[in-house]
């Protein structure tokens, strides 16, 4: 199990945030002030939606210290905020932070941070899924297992070569929260205050500070490499997670970059699976078990999963770890051949036209439908080439049957910022195939 001498023992001019500076004795009793304020009016629940991510930390450990439940919509959207009033006592904005508890008088009797460090700590967490591929659900996780994550992942990590934690993803949702807020509140470094969402924004913040990068493929995917002078940069390490990061991209970071490129495999559900740092096989996280089903699907065990937890990804698995086939409802079966459509995703993803895709089963028609954003220079071409040359691409490795019937092409697929398509966008697209 953690310790948290670490974090007890931390010096109150240890600095938490920069711009502005936001050091670690003024970040806790801030912290408590808000607990403080929560035993006063009573509360038992809060729905939290913070821009500064230092802010969003000061407020969980207030949670975590009184055990008031938190409360994450992926989104401001009317159903989520709807979801946020009927189950939370309070939502805590950027306005609420502003007063909420400043007037507070610390005495004796105020909450104690390290409360919020227990490792035996039950305080809940609500995680509502965006709903992407199907009905939204609602994740519950405790603060004592995001506190066990963030010690797995901290064994991965070097302590002393990272300052801050910047990243493009949202902390709404469990990467966010578990990278840019959990593993630097575990570890001492400096929490990114703003959600990041270009590389260029990302790289005006490592110019001071050795940045931990923490990213989605979707940023990573549509980096211009033509940038130079990559490795005159702070950058101490990137991490990749939220969807596949197509494999010409993560090797030609890791020839740019002066620092570990690492990917992550996780879920909502189970949280950190594994990582890799290079495209063999993905390594488990301490702790963790692993095996299969019936079907050769994944199950993970850890004490951040909630129990065994089954996936639908098929796996290979021996000593050295394990690789990924594709997903089971990823597989599909034409004319009695077996297909993965997550493979075909990737071989289409390695031709120089292609920026991103996505590959389904017409509902209707049992044919392959292929969803292609392109490259800029690959837009103004004639569709039968288009089609022609991408068929031969994928003809190089799939079968005939396999080649998609139908195809559509863009410039971006409508991904939301966690890499996932709605699947309701693509039932439309398939309408509206002839």
Not at 122 to 135: D, F, H, N, Q, Y
Not at 315 to 339: C, M, P, S, Y
Not at 368 to 378: D, I, M, Q, R
């Amino acid at each position: 199990m953690y310790s948290i001498n670490n974090v007890i023992q931390r010096s109150n001019r240890h600095k938490t945030a920069s711009q502005p500076e936001w050091l670690w004795g003024d970040f806790v009793q801030r912290a408590t002030q808000i607990a403080q304020q929560f035993q006063q009016q009573r509360i038992h629940s809060v729905a939290c939606w913070l821009t500064d991510g230092a802010q969003f930390g000061c407020v969980l450990l207030a949670c975590f210290m009184t055990h008031v439940r938190l409360l994450l919509p992926p989104n401001r959207l009317a159903e989520n905020r709807d979801w946020a009033m009927e189950n939370a006592d309070l939502l805590f904005d950027d306005e609420v932070f502003f007063y909420f508890g400043i007037e507070q008088k610390l005495t004796e009797n105020s909450p104690h941070f390290s409360v919020a460090f227990a490792a035996d700590n039950s305080t809940e967490i609500w995680l509502k899924t965006s709903g992407s591929s199907g009905e939204a659900k609602v994740i519950v996780k405790t603060a004592c297992q995001m506190w066990a994550e963030a010690e797995a992942l901290s064994q991965v990590f070097e302590r002393d070569v990272v300052e801050q934690v910047i990243g493009s993803v949202s902390v709404q949702h469990l990467y966010g929260l578990t990278f840019r807020i959990m593993l630097p509140l575990y570890q001492g470094w400096q929490i990114g205050r703003r959600q990041l969402n270009y590389a260029e924004y990302l790289l005006a913040e490592s110019r001071q500070q050795r940045s931990l990068w923490v990213c989605s493929p979707a940023l990573l995917n549509n980096i211009h490499f033509g940038h130079t002078g990559l490795s005159e940069y702070r950058i101490a390490g990137l991490v990749s997670s939220g969807g596949v990061l197509a494999e010409s991209t993560a090797n030609q970071l890791r020839r740019q970059l002066p620092c570990p490129v690492m990917e992550i495999y996780g879920s909502s559900e189970t949280g950190v699976i594994a990582r890799r740092f290079d495209y063999r096989q993905w390594r488990i996280f301490p702790h963790s078990r692993i095996g299969i089903d019936e079907r050769g699907a994944l199950w993970v065990e850890s004490p951040w999963s909630n129990g065994c937890q089954q996936t639908a990804d098929i796996v290979e698995i021996d000593e050295r770890g394990f690789t990924l086939l594709g997903r089971a409802d990823r597989i599909i079966k034409l004319n009695d051949h077996r297909i993965s459509l997550n493979r075909m995703e990737q071989h289409l993803l390695k031709h120089p036209w292609v920026r991103d895709c996505h590959l389904g089963l017409h509902p209707r028609r049992s044919r392959l439908v292929a969803w292609v954003a392109l490259e800029k220079t690959a837009l103004s071409l004639e569709r039968k080439q288009l089609i022609e040359r991408l068929k031969a691409h994928l003809a190089q490795t799939e079968l005939r049957i396999a080649l998609p019937r139908y195809w559509r092409f863009c410039e971006n697929l409508p991904r939301n910022s966690q890499f996932k398509l709605n699947h309701l966008d693509f039932e439309k697209l398939c309408e509206e195939i002839a």
